[in-house]
T-cell receptor
Framework: GQNIDQPTEMTATEGAIVQINCTYQTSGFNGLFWYQQHAGEAPTFLSYNVLDGLEEKGRFSSFLSRSKGYSYLLLKELQMKDSASYLCAVLNYGGSQGNLIFGKGTKLSVKP | DSGVTQTPKHLITATGQRVTLRCSPRSGDLSVYWYQQSLDQGLQFLIQYYNGEERAKGNILERFSAQQFPDLHSELNLSSLELGDSALYFC?????????????FGQGTRLTVV
């Protein structure tokens, strides 16, 4: 089966750092995506990891451990506009449930 | 602008009716995905097409069907609509494969069944 878990909600303070975790159990693995989604809007791409390690892109970084089925998204210097849902998605070409499967998302609230 | 176009943006219809949602993928993208997102829920995969052929199927109801046309645009047909079908329906497109690239999402169609 396919299972992707993320915390439902998180709260953090403007200027702080927050880490959003994602664990996955899938029949195959060809990479992991993080997307940001503001309420009622389309998801937008943040990062892609296919090899173990950390990928850094400005204020956002994403980490992957394939052996542990684990990823996290790190957001630094939080801004109010970062309040959104963050979606973890696993790419699995052999998946019977489609190639790109999303977790339920983590709703992040950034407080002043 | 992701380059993926979905129409209409909003749709209000009555129970029992049938609607068609349309998606034009980014230029050159061969894969089209359809997702359903109910209020405060995650993205539920419905179906994927690649170059006109069905590639993968998720938890798509029998009342729903889709197709991808030779010009690569796709349509999602929802019939015998129920109140629970009210949701945001997203279409996403990607290139020949997703390696080193991402799926781009349209702005979605908000369907309200009354």
């Amino acid at each position: 089966g396919q299972n992707i878990d993320q915390p439902t909600e998180m709260t953090a303070t403007e200027g702080a750092i927050v880490q959003i975790n994602c664990t996955y159990q899938t029949s195959g693995f060809n990479g992991l995506f993080w997307y940001q989604q503001h309420a009622g809007e389309a998801p937008t791409f943040l990062s892609y990891n296919v090899l173990d390690g950390l990928e850094e892109k400005g204020r956002f970084s994403s980490f992957l451990s394939r052996s542990k089925g684990y990823s996290y998204l790190l957001l630094k210097e939080l801004q109010m506009k970062d309040s959104a849902s963050y979606l973890c998605a696993v790419l699995n070409y052999g998946g019977s449930q489609g190639n790109l499967i999303f977790g339920k998302g983590t709703k992040l609230s950034v407080k002043p | 602008d992701s380059g993926v176009t979905q129409t209409p943006k909003h749709l209000i219809t009555a129970t029992g009716q049938r609607v068609t949602l349309r998606c034009s993928p980014r230029s050159g993208d061969l894969s089209v995905y359809w997702y359903q997102q109910s209020l405060d829920q995650g993205l539920q995969f419905l179906i994927q097409y690649y170059n006109g052929e069905e590639r993968a199927k998720g938890n798509i109801l029998e009342r729903f069907s889709a197709q991808q046309f030779p010009d690569l645009h796709s349509e999602l047909n929802l019939s015998s609509l129920e109140l629970g079908d009210s949701a945001l329906y997203f279409c996403a497109s990607s290139g020949q494969n997703l390696m080193n690239t991402e799926a781009f999402f349209g702005q979605g169609t908000r369907l309200t069944v009354v």
